[in-house]
C-alpha cells in the first residue's frame, strides 16, 4: 500500500464531447426508469450562471484490493476499509496507517467480506464508527458491529459485537451491505437478498431491505413502519430489494436513495419511502427456485415501487452513491453520483425537487480511466473521495477537487 499524488486537470468542453459520445454509444435504453423513457444529456441542464467545474484528481492510496467504502472525519483523516480485511487511515500529513483490529470471525467470499463503513455523526467526541461484514462463526450470517477507533488511528476496538444479527448470508453472493445515516441520526442499512428468492418480500427476513436502526442499542428507530406487526422484522424499512449497494441522503432534506443491482437488466435508483415495496420477486414455481428472469420492479406486485432510474438493458453494476453539495461544485451541485463497476465509471442524475429524473449523465474523466468503481462519497472538505474495485492490489483511492 502506498501513497501517490496525479493531478490531472480536465477541460469541461472536450469532456463534454467525449461523454456525449459514451452516452450515445450507450443507447436510450440506458436512461430508463420504470415509468418509460428519461432525458439523456452529455452534461446536466445548467443554469444560466452555472458552469462546469474542472475536476482535479489526487491518487492518494495505491495498491489496495478492494476496498469497499470510506468516510472522512472532522480532522480530515480518511478512513476506508478492504473487502478481505483490514482498515486504514489517510492522514491530513499524506502518511498512510494501518489500523490493528480484530477481523478473525470475517466471512470474505465472493461479493461479501468487509463491506460497508460510516462514523458515527458525534465521532469527533466518541470516536465511534460501524461497520458491516459477514460472520464467519456459528451458520454464519452478516453483521454490523460498532467500534472506537483510537484517538491516533492505531488501533480499533469492538464495542457492540454485533449490533445488529440475522443479515443473510449463503455464499457471499448478494451480501450487501451499506450503512449510512439519516436526517434524523438513525442508522440506515441497506442488505441483500443473499441470492434466496423467497428473502426480499419476506418480512420476517433482513435480506432484500434497508433497516433502520437506533446506533446505540441495535433497536427499531421509534417509528419504524413494521413496529407492531407480528408478521413483521420492525427493523425493517423498506422491502422487495435485491442488492443494495449505495445509500444516499440528501442534502437539506430528509430523503434517501438507494442504489441496487439489477438481473440482466435494470439496475435501479430508488427514493426509499417508509413501508414500500420495490418490487423484486424472483419466486417461481418452486419456493426454493432463484428465477432472475422476473423484471427488477414486477408489475404484478400491487403498489411496486417504481425506479427514480433504471440502467435498462445491459446492466453497469450501480454501487456507492453520494450527492454533491456546494457552491465549489458549480452546476454539477446537487448532482446524485453513482459508482458503476460493470459501468466502469460515475453516473450523475440530475433530481427534481420531488425526486423526479432531470437528466442522468456520466462524470467527465472517469468512464474506463481507472476501472471498476465501487464507492463515491463527498467529504467534510468539499471534495468527493472515490475507490475502485478491480483487485489485485491495483485498487486507488482517489480525491476529486472542483475547480471554477
Known amino acids: 500500500m502506498g501513497s501517490h499524488l496525479k493531478r490531472v486537470g480536465l477541460v469541461p468542453a472536450l469532456l463534454a464531447v467525449v461523454v456525449s459520445i ?37 491518487v ?17 483523516a480518511i478512513i476506508f476499509d478492504q473487502r478481505g480485511g483490514g482498515l486504514s487511515a489517510y492522514l491530513p500529513d499524506g502518511s498512510v496507517r494501518r489500523i490493528e483490529a480484530d477481523f478473525g470471525d470475517l466471512f470474505a467470499n465472493g461479493e461479501t467480506g468487509l463491506m460497508g ?8 467526541e466518541n470516536r465511534r464508527f460501524f461497520t458491516c461484514q459477514g460472520f464467519s462463526g456459528g451458520d454464519g450470517d452478516i453483521r454490523v458491529i460498532s467500534w472506537e477507533m483510537a484517538a491516533d488511528y492505531a488501533a480499533a476496538t469492538r464495542l457492540a459485537d454485533p449490533l445488529v444479527a440475522g443479515l443473510p448470508l449463503t455464499s457471499g453472493r448478494h451480501g450487501g451491505c451499506r450503512l449510512r445515516f439519516d436526517a434524523e441520526g438513525a ?44 408478521q413483521a422484522n420492525p427493523l425493517i424499512y423498506t422491502y422487495g430489494h435485491r442488492n443494495v449497494q449505495g445509500l444516499a ?6 430523503d434517501m436513495y438507494s442504489a441496487e443491482h439489477g438481473p440482466d437488466i435494470d439496475d435501479e435508483v430508488n427514493l426509499l419511502i417508509a413501508a ?42 450501480t454501487s456507492g452513491s453520494t450527492f454533491l453539495d456546494g457552491e465549489t461544485w458549480g452546476g454539477y451541485d446537487g448532482l446524485l453520483l453513482i ?46 473521495y472515490v475507490t475502485t474495485s ?15
Open 390 to 404: 478491480n483487485g489485485d492490489g491495483s485498487d486507488v483511492l482517489l480525491r476529486v477537487t472542483p475547480q471554477l
Open 60 to 76: 492518494l492510496v495505491e495498491g489496495l484490493s478492494n476496498p469497499w467504502d470510506l468516510a472522512q472525519a472532522p480532522d480530515g
Open 117 to 124: 463503513l460510516v462514523l458515527d455523526p458525534g465521532f469527533a
Open 276 to 317: 414500500a415495496n420495490y418490487g423484486w420477486n424472483p419466486v417461481g414455481d418452486d419456493p426454493g427456485d432463484y428465477n432472475e428472469s422476473v423484471p427488477m420492479t414486477d408489475p404484478a406486485i400491487d403498489g411496486a415501487q417504481p425506479a427514480v432510474w433504471s440502467s435498462g438493458e445491459p446492466t453497469i453494476a
Open 187 to 230: 442508522l440506515r442499512i441497506g442488505t441483500g437478498d443473499a441470492a434466496t428468492g423467497s428473502n426480499a418480500q419476506d418480512l420476517t427476513s433482513l435480506g432484500g431491505k434497508t433497516l433502520r436502526v437506533d446506533p446505540d442499542t441495535g433497536q427499531p428507530w421509534p417509528d419504524n413502519p413494521f413496529l407492531g406487526d407480528a
Open 339 to 384: 459508482g458503476l463497476l460493470a459501468g466502469e465509471g460515475i453516473l450523475a442524475l440530475q433530481l427534481g425537487e420531488n425526486g423526479e429524473l432531470i437528466s442522468a449523465s456520466r462524470l467527465p474523466g472517469f468512464d474506463g480511466t481507472y476501472g471498476r468503481i465501487r464507492t463515491v462519497q463527498l467529504g467534510n472538505d468539499g471534495s468527493l
Open 22 to 58: 459514451l452516452l450515445s454509444a450507450c443507447g436510450d435504453d440506458a436512461q430508463q426508469t420504470s415509468s418509460g423513457n428519461a432525458s439523456t444529456a452529455a452534461s446536466p441542464s445548467l443554469g444560466p450562471d452555472q458552469r462546469e467545474p474542472e475536476l482535479v484528481v489526487d
Open 249 to 254: 441522503l440528501r442534502p437539506g432534506t430528509g
